[in-house]
């Protein structure tokens, strides 16, 4: 799933904190994977985060590195279609 938000394309740290938010949050859950372009500061951020959330999530685990994500950031969901 494709996502973006006002701030997001800067991708610092204070874009990372939004994303972290969202996979802290119930529905946080479900996420498996979340697709970024790192930037050094969105890296600096990943890496002073949390080892993990309260609700289990690792999100060191989570985000991903990747070249096409600097326009949005990409969401994959565990859950599967039955
Ligand atoms: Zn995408």
């Known amino acids: 799933m494709d996502c973006w ?3 997001y394309n800067v991708r ?3 874009a990372f904190k939004k994303i ?3 996979l802290a949050s119930p529905d946080g859950k479900n996420i498996s ?3 970024v372009m790192f930037t050094p500061g ?3 951020a990943l890496a ?3 080892e993990t959330l309260p609700n289990g999530i690792h999100p060191r685990r989570v985000f991903k590195n990747d ?3 600097g326009g949005h950031f990409h969401i994959r969901f565990a859950t599967r279609n039955p």
């Open 5 to 7: 938000f006002p701030g």
């Open 12 to 14: 610092d740290a204070k």
């Open 20 to 22: 972290l938010d969202l």
């Open 33 to 35: 994977m979340i697709f």
């Open 42 to 44: 969105f890296s600096a």
């Open 48 to 50: 002073a985060a949390p």
């Open 67 to 69: 070249s096409k994500h």
